[in-house]
Structures are given as C-alpha cells and as structure tokens.
C-alpha cells in the first residue's frame, strides 16, 4: 500500500501489536486498581486524622479513634415505621413465589439511610408492664387495618386513644387462656418446667406468647410485614418478645435443636408443598422430644371445612399428607382434641437410624451444618441430631428454672468451652449487673421491659437479670463463635445476626441495648455510624444503651452519639480495668416537622 505521495506505507509487526496492547491495559488497569486503593485509603486516614479527637478517657495511655462531631438529619414522617430489610417500597424487586420477597433484602450501602428515624405524632413512652399487655397507646402504633379486619376475631380493638388486646385469635376468638388450657390438658410437660422456649410461627399480635409469659414459658412470635401491617410491632409494644421472620427459602436465624415447642394456629403455611421444606425447618430448630403444636386447616376438617372455602374430600387429603410427612420425619401423634393436635418429635435416634437410604426426606449429609442458619438456603433433607449430645433432648435437659445455672451439654462444641468458664460467665455478670443498676436506677423496674444483649456469649446479662421484670433477646454475630444453642439449653432465647446490617424489628422495639465490645469487634467489617443508627432506629426514645467498649473507640462512640441526640455520660467498669470504659447514653424523645420524602 502507498501515501498518495507514492511513498510506501511501513505496516506495523501485528506479532508485536497484540502483546504491547494486551501489556499495556494490564498496567493501565493495575495503576487505575492501585489508584483506587491510595485515593481511599488516603481519604480514610485523613477522615480520622484531620479532625480533633474527643478528650481521651483519664489514666489511659492508648490510642482513641478521632472522629468530627456530626448531626444527624431527620428521616421524613413517611419512614416512621422503616425496616430497612423488609421495607414495601422494594418488594417489586423481589418474586412473590414462596413469598420471597418477604424475606430479608437488606439496601446496599450506597442506598442506606443516614437519617433519624421520626416517632408518630403524639407518641408517648409506651405503657408498662404487666398493663402493657393488654392496652398500648394508638398513637404509638397507629395501624387501623389489622383493626378492621380482625375485629370479628378480638385479636385487639380500638377505644379512644388505646388499642386493648382481648386475647382472641383466629383460632380462640373466646381467648387465649382457654384455648392454652386445653394445651396444657394435652401436653402435661407446660406444667412443670420441663417445656420452657417455644416459637410461634404466624404469631398474630402474640397473644398465645403473652399469655404463656405466665406460665414460665419464654416465646418468640414470629411473622413476616405483611398485608396486616404491623403484628410484630403491636406484640413489642406489648412487652412480648418477637421479631421479624417468615419460613421462605431460607433457614431461619436459630440453630438446631433448641425449642422445646413450636406452635403454628392457622398460620397458613403450607407445609406439605416444595417437598415439605418447611416443616423440615420446624423439625430442625426443634428439641429431641420436643411438640409441634398444630390448629386450623387440616385438623378438625370434618367440622370445619365448610368455613375454609375448600371441600371435605381436599381436607382429607391434606390432613393424610400431613401424617404422611410428619411420621417420614419420625413425629408421632401425641395427642389430640377438637381443634388442636400435637405431634412429639422423636427423643432419640433409633428412628432416624432405622430410615432407608432412598427415604423422602433424605438425611442431610455432613456438607450441610445443623446449626447454620444466616441466610442458609433450606433443603428438603432431614437434619438429624448429633448423637453425642444425649442430654439435651427434653426428657434428658434440666426442667426450669434449674436449666438456666445448669453447665449445657453442648458447652464443649467450642474452644474453651467448659463448666468452669461457664461459672465465671455467670459470676461476671452478677457483678456487672448489679454495676449497672447502680448506673440506671430504672432498670429492674417496670419502666425497662424490652431488653437485647447485642453480642452475647452464653446469655450471661439475661441470666442475670431473670428475676426482673424484663426479657433479653440474645444476638450472637453471625461472625463469632456460635454460642447460641448453649443460650436456648439454658432456657433463654435469641437470634443470629451480623450488625453489618439491620436488625429484623420496627423502629422504637427496645427500653435497652447493651453491648460488650462489638466495635472491636466487628469494626474491621463496617463502619460504627451505621450501627449507631440502627441503635437509635430499634431504641425506644427516652430508652438506654449500655456500651461496654475500649478505650479506643469511646471517644468515637460519644461523638456520634451526640449527632444522634442522645446523651451519654462515660463510666468505671466494676473490675478497675483501664483498658475499658462503659458509656451510658439515653435517647431523647423529639417530633419531626419534616414532612417530606427524602
């Protein structure tokens, strides 16, 4: 080829072309990569090293993280009730099939929300308990629908400026105290001790839990944000535990083996579909020897049937698939009357031994962990309980209250675990309790119901604080170690969770948060801000925090605190130790007067 001129054009090596340019996009993407990390490291540092820290705490000699002093925006009225996880506004996202998108679906970072979150106009501290279960302020929870459309069933009702709370469901529209009656006339063991935790799944406003706080056993409610707005708040407001959760695809945040009850009262799960994962899951969380408790649809189909919109023939069907899959799982019927049936899961392994290989179910095979349970996708397999735990089935595990000192078998599946460490815990946090009564006067009183260890090991502040008139959910990091089962062996409850992200619970749930060293941590994996503000998110206002940190991060904490509007004030931990300090932060009660979307 040749220039118009007629000069020759010289052709490139194409040999040579490929490699200089395959060499030169590598070096340009490896300089863009270590650009990257420069410009955000250099921001990094100079976030913490270009603002004046806070006065470090007296007689230590450490290093604090230093942080500018911030304030806080308010969230918009329209977000009063904001769950970041399971928020309406995204569920378009999501398939409605197993009703995914009910589901956890947490908001990457960029889409998180840097605000407060607003109470309602009118909001008052909520009623204290044991009135607060049966009345709350409408104001607080101002959700009319669940009104309406349960008025016929008394689940609660509308007089003046209160909601009240009859004790009705849609199974016990008479109340929840006759209808545990026949319960406890069914299965014998609600009577002495030997059943203490139990889960309510489809919980309603959690009436059946809160009627059994009275009769020594500890429940979850469980239920999804739904269509009935806001039953997982009503039942908090109430003073009953529960939290947010729905059995979908994946595994819910409890290890194995832990409840010695499970309770579903026309819940409208369907437990027989997509090869029967979900009374699978049951099963799994569920004791050796422990009862599934089930009423409405198909039980007493042949008196009911004709209110269910179905025919006798489909109900027959259903109740004989039911039998069919509860006795694959080696259940067996307990007892029976009217509209309640009770199903015992097996005490021991002979059942499961004696299964065949091509059985449906299957038995799960070691690649899947019993106890992994944060966002562990569910299989249609048998979990089938290690036989080496012989006392932690229900007839073998200490009857409450004994249960809660007793040293819990499964103690030794962790390092170090063992009596001794065990006892210390409890000791610890006798003295640490006891400190922090000193601190906040109201705790051990009825102004503080709702109560959540942040990053518990064994459940030690819950065991301390059993005679009070409070009840402790246990969050154990989905990052550490897995202490949990050994917090449900004592008779207490709680949850997996990583504090990377939102908690599972409506704005304003807790009277108290407690911490003990979740910064240091979990600093490595996100930053403090955001999990300050899913703090003040959950936190009741004029609700407290305990913070037990290290030094180098109280200054930090304080810091941030303030933008939130709380005030805090630092104190001694009861040992001496320098190394540590413990901050006492309360949140202030403020109304918004923003009223637009943000």
């Not at 026949?182 to 935790?197: H, V, W």
């Not at 709702?450 to 301390?464: E, I, P, R, S």
């Amino acid at each position: 080829m040749n220039h118009k001129d007629g000069k020759p054009i010289t052709q490139p090596d194409k040999k040579r072309i490929v490699p200089m340019a395959i060499i030169f996009v590598v070096l340009c993407g490896f300089s863009f990569y270590m650009g990257g990390i420069f410009c955000s490291e250099k921001s990094r540092f100079a976030f913490i090293n270009s603002h004046k820290s806070l006065e470090s705490p007296k007689g230590s000699s450490a290093a604090s993280l230093q942080v500018k002093s911030t304030s806080f925006p308010e969230c918009s009225s329209d977000y009063q009730d904001y769950t970041p996880c399971t928020d309406p506004r995204r569920w378009r996202k999501y398939s409605s099939y197993r009703l995914t998108l009910l589901e956890r679906h947490c908001p990457p970072i960029f889409e998180r929300k840097e605000c407060l979150v607003p109470p309602p106009d009118g909001y008052k501290p909520p009623i204290r308990w044991p009135k607060s279960r049966d009345e709350c302020w409408y104001r607080n929870v101002p959700y009319d629908w669940i009104n309406k459309q349960k008025s016929n069933q008394h689940w609660l009702k509308k007089e003046g400026q209160k909601f009240l709370f009859p004790g009705g469901g849609t199974m016990f529209p008479n109340g929840v105290g006759e209808y545990i009656d026949l319960m406890r006339d069914l299965i014998p063991e609600m009577k002495d001790g030997s059943i203490r935790t139990a889960i309510d799944t489809g919980c309603g406003v959690a009436s059946w839990g809160g009627d059994l706080l009275d009769r020594g056993i500890l429940t979850v409610s469980l239920a999804p944000r739904d269509n009935h707005e806001a039953q997982v708040q009503f039942a908090l407001e109430r003073g009953i535990p529960a939290i947010l959760g729905v059995i979908s695809t994946q595994r819910l945040p409890f290890p194995s083996n832990s409840f010695d009850m499970a309770h579903c009262s026309r819940c409208l799960i369907p437990w027989t579909e997509f090869g029967g994962v979900y009374l699978l899951e049951i099963h799994r969380i569920l004791r050796p020897g422990g009862f599934w408790v089930l009423s409405g649809p198909p039980i007493n189909y042949e008196r009911r049937w004709r209110g269910w919109n179905t025919t006798i023939e489909e109900q027959r069907s259903d109740y004989e698939k039911l039998q069919e899959l509860l006795t694959s799982l080696c259940f067996k019927m307990y007892n029976k009357k009217d509209d309640i049936a009770v199903w015992q899961k097996s005490p021991d392994n002979n059942c499961y031994d004696k299964l065949a290989r091509d059985t449906f179910p299957p038995k799960c095979d070691d690649s899947l962990e019993p106890d992994s349970a944060w966002y562990t996708p569910l299989r249609a397999c048998i979990v089938v309980p290690d036989p080496k735990f012989k006392k932690s089935g229900l007839t073998s595990i200490s009857k409450w209250p004994d249960r809660l000192h007793a040293t819990p078998e499964r103690i030794s599946m962790f390092h170090g675990g063992s009596a001794s460490s065990f006892k210390r815990g409890d000791s610890k946090w006798k003295k640490h309790v006891a400190h922090y009564k000193k601190l906040i006067p109201d705790l051990g009183t009825n102004k503080i119901r709702n109560v959540m260890d942040m990053n518990t090991v064994y459940g030690g502040l819950a065991a301390a604080l059993t005679n009070d008139p409070v009840w402790v959910m246990n969050v154990v990091s989905s990052y550490a170690t897995n202490t949990l089962p050994v917090v449900y062996d004592r008779g207490l409850i709680g949850t997996f969770h990583d504090w990377c992200e939102p908690f599972s619970t409506y704005p304003r749930t807790y009277d108290l948060l407690h911490l003990d060293g979740l910064f240091a941590a979990e600093s490595h994996r996100c930053e403090m801000k955001y999990v300050l503000l899913e703090m003040d998110r959950i936190l009741r206002p004029t609700g407290y925090a305990i913070i037990r940190e290290s030094n180098y991060f109280v200054d930090a904490i304080a810091a941030i605190a303030k933008g939130m509007r709380w005030g805090c004030r630092k104190e001694k931990v009861v040992n001496g130790n320098e190394t540590e300090k413990i901050m006492i932060c309360q949140k202030k009660l403020w109304y918004t007067s923003n009223k637009s979307s943000r």
